[in-house]
């Protein structure tokens, strides 16, 4: 069975430094991965996702995510944080064959002035 | 535009009350789903549709409810037997039933008991 563990379920970073925010999952075999965003009282969207092609997947509003199959990781960066960031993140695994997504259990992002 | 339009986005359900919230989408799409959100849980799956006249239970089904009469709409009911129904409701749809496409979500249905 696919599961995704996010590491800290909240994340503080100053405006305009790196944020990072981590996601582990575990998988039977090759796994879909995604990032999704939610801001406050809405549907969440998608950042990015990573279906075996490139390891380093570039999504949308500058964030990027690296699959890297030894450490069964895909952590979420970007280089420099803007207020606009501030948000909730999912990390999401699936596998082919079924569209049954699991999803971890989320990290806000708060951005500092 | 296409999109995904849920209603309403508050609700409030008395003791032993059945309600049904609203999702429709005008993007063609075969695949729907609803999911629960409550804090700190991340999203649970609660049925799924694959196509049109066809629904199959996710991890948390039980207290719920769907129809799939018409494509673009995929109501989802909170039975009575929901003990815990206290969530933020979440529909959304895919292009097809296939892990590696894009859902595009709704802007939810906040469900509260009185």
């Known amino acids: 069975a696919q599961s995704v563990t996010q590491l800290g379920s909240h994340v503080s970073v100053s405006e305009g430094a790196l944020v990072l925010l981590r996601c582990n999952y575990s998988s039977s075999v090759p796994p879909y991965l995604f990032w999704y965003v939610q801001y406050p009282n809405q549907g969440l969207q998608l950042l990015l996702k990573?279906?075996?092609?490139?390891?380093l997947v570039k999504g949308i509003n500058g964030f990027e995510a690296e699959f890297k199959k030894s450490e069964t990781s895909f952590h979420l960066t970007k280089p420099s944080a803007h207020m606009s960031d501030a948000a909730e993140y999912f990390c999401a695994v699936g596998k082919q064959g079924a569209q049954k997504l699991v999803f971890g259990q989320g990290t806000r992002l708060t951005i500092n002035p | 535009d296409g999109g995904i339009t849920q209603s309403p986005k508050y609700l409030f359900r008395k003791e032993g009350q059945n309600v049904t919230l609203s999702c429709e989408q005008n993007l063609n799409h075969d695949a729907m789903y609803w999911y629960r959100q409550d804090p700190g849980q991340g999203l649970r799956l609660i049925y799924y549709s694959q196509i049109v006249n066809d629904f199959q239970k996710g991890d948390i089904a039980e207290g719920y409810s769907v129809s799939r009469e018409k494509k673009e709409s995929f109501p989802l009911t909170v039975t009575s037997a929901q003990k815990n129904p206290t969530a933020f409701y979440l529909c959304?749809?895919?292009?097809?039933?296939?892990?590696?496409?894009?859902?595009?979500f709704g802007s939810g249905t906040q469900l509260s008991v009185l």
């Open positions: 990573y279906t075996s092609a490139a390891t």
């Open positions: 959304a749809s895919s292009r097809t039933f296939a892990t590696n496409e894009k859902l595009f």
